[in-house]
């Protein structure tokens, strides 16, 4: 039996895919509201084939619970955050998940942690905690970090490549066996370092890649060219591909992880540092153009500001560290008028003068910043015939649109 520790966005997912697969699995959290909600039959965030995926899996007899269970293995998958002001990883989380199985785990289980570490991070936190708490339980530890984008983390979770990192390559083949049950793609055995390194990379890759598309974005604003037309052209050639410029980058990974590299070799990771500056420069610069286009066409006819999208991207309900917050975060500060905002993906309140309905939230602004493509907006452009329109996406075709 397979117990996941964690049942976020990450977790949750890995264990259905897991139970569907013919697995027997029991899904910790300590989070009591959230394995009710799951014992109710209700998944508790939203994602393509995520309901169906759930229904297979309790159907094939997933458990979930607060409790640790008694098993060989484990995969723990809680969330890693980062300290803001020293930029390194707080891996608070991993060592209580890694305490509270050691209480209870017999001996030579293995313990699989999921979660994204930066590098070094496994042998800093986790080893001197199973050398103190785990002394004679000859625990097998293994990184087999997660790479699945929210949006499409069903597919990923059966297609993408993974990696795992182990001390003993036969542990590590064991796990991979497990993964196989559902993985399709490559598997990859390494060590530990390598796989904690090689995750960050990834993402920090991206953010840079994205930074680079941003201050393009810029140079193209300051001299009047078409960012997006230039990109386009780059990208037909078959060694580049440029990603798209945006109103800054959120969610927990690309915001985040590079920052681990920053954090730990504050002299040497001086493009990553820069990228991440850039990156979240960018609320700040929509800000900009939001006060010059309101400018550009009197600021007594552009009073009512709309922001449409409050998620980190589009199509998730997932808010966290999402340019819109950063941008209002931002706003209080410059103290402006307060931003309307709509986002048909959350549900709940999370910001003043929020709305719930496009409708209603069109008919009280002079002009809309599109901070998110949603699916719904790209339904729907007609509505958005007549206002002033910042697409800070790229993704409204409509004539006299502006552009980052
Ligand atoms: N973004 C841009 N321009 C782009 C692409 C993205 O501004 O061209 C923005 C998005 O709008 C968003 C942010 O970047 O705000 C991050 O979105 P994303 O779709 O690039 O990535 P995530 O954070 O949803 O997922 C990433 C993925 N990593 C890579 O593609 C290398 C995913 O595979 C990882 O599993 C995930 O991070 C993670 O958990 O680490």
């Not at 109710?40 to 084939?49: I, P, Q, S, V």
């Not at 809680?78 to 509270?100: G, H, L, N, R």
């Not at 610069?285 to 980190?312: A, D, Q, S, W």
């Not at 719904?376 to 502006?402: M, S």
């Amino acid at each position: 039996m397979v117990n996941v520790i964690g049942l976020g966005y990450i977790g949750l997912p890995t264990a259905l895919m897991l139970a569907s697969h013919g697995v027997q699995v029991v899904g910790t959290d300590y989070n009591k509201e959230l394995v009710a909600t799951l014992n109710a039959g209700h998944t508790t965030f939203k994602e393509d084939g995520l309901d169906e995926l759930f229904a297979k899996a309790v159907d094939c007899g997933i458990g979930f619970s607060t409790e640790y269970q008694v098993t060989d293995t484990y995969i723990i998958s809680v969330p890693t955050p980062y300290d803001k002001f020293s930029k390194k990883v707080d891996a608070c989380y991993v060592v209580a998940a890694v305490k509270s199985v050691l209480a209870v785990c017999p001996k030579g289980a293995t313990l699989v942690i999921e979660s994204t570490v930066s590098p070094g991070t496994i042998d800093k936190f986790v080893r001197p905690v199973i050398e103190e708490w785990g002394a004679g339980l000859d625990v097998h530890l293994v990184h087999a970090p997660e790479r699945i984008i929210p949006g499409n983390m069903v597919q990923e979770l059966i297609h993408n490549n993974r990696t795992i990192g182990a001390d003993d390559v036969a542990v590590g083949n064991k796990i991979k066996t497990l993964y196989s049950s559902f993985c399709q793609g490559q598997i990859v055995v390494t060590d530990i370092r390598t796989a904690e390194m090689t995750k960050v990379v990834e993402n920090t890759f991206r953010a840079v890649n994205i930074a680079f598309a941003n201050e393009l974005a810029k140079i193209c604003r300051y001299d009047g060219m078409d960012v997006y037309e230039i990109i386009r052209i780059c990208n037909m050639h078959p060694r580049v591909n440029i990603l798209q410029p945006g109103p800054g980058v959120g969610g927990h990974c690309i915001s985040v992880d590079p920052w681990f590299l920053v954090g730990d070799y504050p002299s040497l990771a001086k493009v990553i540092d820069e990228s991440m500056r850039t990156n979240e420069g960018m609320p700040d610069f929509v800000l900009e153009r939001i006060y010059e286009i309101m400018k550009e066409n009197g600021l007594e006819n552009v009073k009512r500001v709309g922001l449409y999208g409050l998620t980190y991207k589009e199509n998730v309900d997932d808010c966290r560290e999402s340019p819109t917050l950063q941008l209002l975060e931002s706003q209080q500060r410059h103290l402006a008028e307060p931003l309307k905002v709509y986002d048909p993906l959350v549900q709940s309140d999370l910001v003043p003068n929020q709305y719930h309905d496009l409708d209603a939230f069109l008919a009280d602004v002079d002009m809309v910043v599109i901070m998110v493509g949603h699916e719904e907006l790209r339904q729907n452009l007609d509505k958005l015939a007549g206002k002033i329109l910042l697409d800070t996406r790229h993704v409204c075709p409509l004539p006299g649109t502006y552009t980052l």
